[in-house]
T-cell receptor, first 114, second 115 residues
Framework: AQSVTQLGSHVSVSEGALVLLRCNYS??????LFWYVQYPNQGLQLLLK??????LVKGINGFEAEFKKSETSFHLTKPSAHMSDAAEYFC????????????FGGGTRVLVKP | KAGVTQTPRYLIKTRGQQVTLSCSPI?????VSWYQQTPGQGLQFLFE???????NKGNFPGRFSGRQFSNSRSEMNVSTLELGDSALYLC??????????????FGEGSRLTVL
């Protein structure tokens, strides 16, 4: 079975500062890894995904994440936070045999201070 | 191209009743998955259907069931509602059968409140 741990349920950053959201996964087979964002009263939107190609993955809205197998991590970063980045972020894992089934982390809510 | 449509968006039920939620995936998509989102348990996988066949099922009691029709529209049903079933139920649409080959598109959800 797969699992995901997101460190920090809440993160507060200043506008213009680095955003770093931590995600560690557990999987017995090579995983697919995803980051999603959820704005209030909306569904989830894909930011980026890793599916065994390049380990540094660039996504939408200036976000990127690096797959580190040795550390079983897939941390999400953005160099400069914008007010519109205030949302909840979810890391998720899947494996080929599981089809489209995702296992999500608990989520990290990001607050951006002006 | 229309997105994933879930109906109803909001509903209130009382304990013991049953509820049916509907999801229309993006045109041409054959995979539909359902997730339950609660503050305490987070996002939990309910089940996935692909071309009318259930491919995966999460760890939920038998009160939770689903189906997919030949036009790929899906419904999920919860019988004998409990207070703990209050949640946002999210439908996910995909063109392909595996997560590495296509993006998953989430609907805005159906928010169920059980009183």
């Amino acid at each position: 079975a797969q699992s995901v741990t997101q460190l920090g349920s809440h993160v507060s950053v200043s506008e213009g500062a680095l955003v770093l959201l931590r995600c560690n996964y557990s999987s017995s087979v090579p995983p697919y890894l995803f980051w999603y964002v959820q704005y209030p009263n909306q569904g989830l939107q894909l930011l980026l995904k890793y599916t065994s190609a390049a380990t540094l993955v660039k996504g939408i809205n200036g976000f990127e994440a690096e797959f580190k197998k040795s550390e079983t991590s897939f941390h999400l970063t953005k160099p400069s936070a914008h007010m519109s980045d205030a949302a909840e972020y979810f890391c998720a894992v899947s494996v080929p045999a599981a089809g489209n089934k995702l296992t999500f982390g608990g989520g990290t809510r990001v607050l951006v201070k002006p | 191209k229309a997105g994933v449509t879930q109906t109803p968006r909001y509903l209130i039920k009382t304990r013991g009743q049953q509820v049916t939620l509907s999801c229309s995936p993006i045109s041409g998509h054959r995979s539909v998955s359902w997730y339950q989102q609660t503050p305490g348990q987070g996002l939990q996988f309910l089940f996935e259907y692909f071309s009318e066949t259930q491919r995966n099922k999460g760890n939920f009691p038998g009160r939770f069931s689903g189906r997919q029709f030949s036009n790929s529209r899906s419904e999920m049903n919860v019988s004998t509602l409990e207070l703990g079933d209050s949640a946002l139920y999210l439908c996910v649409s995909s063109e392909f059968a595996s997560g590495d080959t296509g993006e998953l598109f989430f609907g805005e959800g159906s928010r169920l409140t059980v009183l």
